[in-house]
């Protein structure tokens, strides 16, 4: 009996851990109208404020910054062109 209590509080403990694990990551490419047209070039993650920020630039030097909160949600940046929400890094931040 102590030992199934055991590996059920250890079961929920790696669940929980888990579940809250992801983070936000910067998409690789942009695409305006379908077409891929900015390429990551940087990205960071703010430790201050728990903020992602993905820095893009195209073939003309144009650049495009978006910044996401870390569970993933659009929080600055070129509104038009970045995405509401970002992509998770399922191996946590």
């Known amino acids: ?45 703010n430790m201050m404020n728990g903020f992602v920020d993905c820095n893009y630039m195209d073939k003309k030097g144009d650049e495009v910054t978006c910044e996401y909160e870390e569970s993933g949600v659009f929080k600055d940046g070129d509104s038009n062109m970045c995405p509401q929400n970002s992509r998770k890094n399922i191996f946590g931040c």
């Not at 590996?7 to 077409?35: H, P, R």
């Open 1 to 45: 009996m102590m030992f199934t209590s055991r590996l059920t509080i250890l079961a929920l403990l790696a669940f929980l851990v888990g579940a809250n694990a992801a983070c936000a990551t910067c998409q690789e490419t942009l695409s305006v109208n379908g077409v891929v047209t900015y390429k990551l070039v940087t990205s960071s993650w």
